[in-house]
T-cell receptor, first 106, second 110 residues
């Protein structure tokens, strides 16, 4: 079945620095999403991006289908960006990565 | 408001009891899902229904049973809960590939 490798597992940034989160998939997929998980557990969909590049504010997602990878770029990080970022992909179901725990410090 | 709704938010119970979680989506989607997030924070698919028909059934214990009355509702029943069932259960829906998630139900089994 599909396997998803997410890196790094954790990341500490100073406020204002940029972050690059990576996601690699073992097989081809039709669906690819990036989520932010709030401390209480709810998931916020950041991007649905099965291919190409999408931008929303300081966030940019780039998915390269042929290389079976996707990235999430956070520019000018803020303390409120702290939390867990999850990538997920698949076909008729989503397979999730282990997540990246981001800490942004003053 | 169009979204995915789950009840209850939290549930604490004892080993051997039966629990039932509800999920409703008002997005008009045809497909609904149940995911489990364990203590290691890994999210895994459990079930998927399309128009009340089961289409994905991962390897979960038989004490877990999904129930769908219509395409807007997908409930999850757990007969005789075990300590390892303690987790966050997340419901989602989709019309195509993009999935929308509910707030989750946190189950604690004592």
């Amino acid at each position: 079945g599909q396997q998803v490798q997410q890196s790094p597992a954790s990341l500490v940034l100073q406020e204002g620095e940029n972050a690059e989160l990576q996601c690699n998939f073992s097989t081809s997929l039709n669906s690819m999403q990036w989520f932010y998980q709030r401390p209480e557990g709810s998931l916020v969909s950041l991007f649905y991006n099965p291919s190409g590049t999408k931008q929303s504010g300081r966030l940019t997602s780039t998915t390269v289908i042929k290389e079976r990878r996707s990235s999430l770029h956070i520019s000018s990080s803020q303390i409120t960006d702290s939390g867990t970022y999850l990538c997920a992909g698949g076909n008729n179901k989503l397979t999730f990565g282990q997540g990246t725990v981001l800490s942004v410090i003053p | 408001e169009t979204a995915v709704f789950q009840t209850p938010n939290y549930h604490v119970t004892q080993v051997g009891n039966e629990v039932s979680f509800n999920c409703k989506q008002t997005l008009g989607h045809d497909t609904m899902y149940w995911y489990k997030q364990d203590s290691k924070k890994l999210l895994k698919i459990m079930f998927s229904y399309n128009n009340k028909q089961l289409i994905v059934n991962e390897t979960v214990p038989r004490r877990f049973s999904p129930q769908s009355s219509d395409k807007a509702h997908l409930n999850l029943r757990i007969k005789s809960v075990e300590p390892e069932d303690s987790a966050v259960y997340l419901c989602a829906s989709s019309s195509a590939w993009e999935q929308y998630f509910g707030p989750g139900t946190r189950l604690t089994v004592l």
